[in-house]
């Protein structure tokens, strides 16, 4: 009966310590994924960043090249109404 019963206690410990073990695994599998998770979060963060650096130089580049096309398309008129004055000033 005492063999018996130190049988059965033995076999609660094996599995409660089993479980106990199959906890420690599962916790370690989670923070592994969420580890995963986070350095993959970043890389695309990154990368979003990344592309968000180079629009911006984009936009830049083209708004710096209309205010130069601006600039020259001014001057050009300037130019055409100072020699139509002139012009309409020698008669």
Known sequence: MKREIAALLAAAFVSLSGTAAC?????????????????????IEEEVQKGQKQ????????RRQAEKELERGQRQVEKQLQEGQKAGGGQ
Do not use: C
């Open 23 to 43: 906890g420690g695994v599962q916790d370690r599998l989670e923070r592994q994924a969420q580890d995963e998770l986070d350095r993959g979060r970043q890389r």
């Open 55 to 62: 629009v911006e130089k984009r936009v830049d580049k083209e």
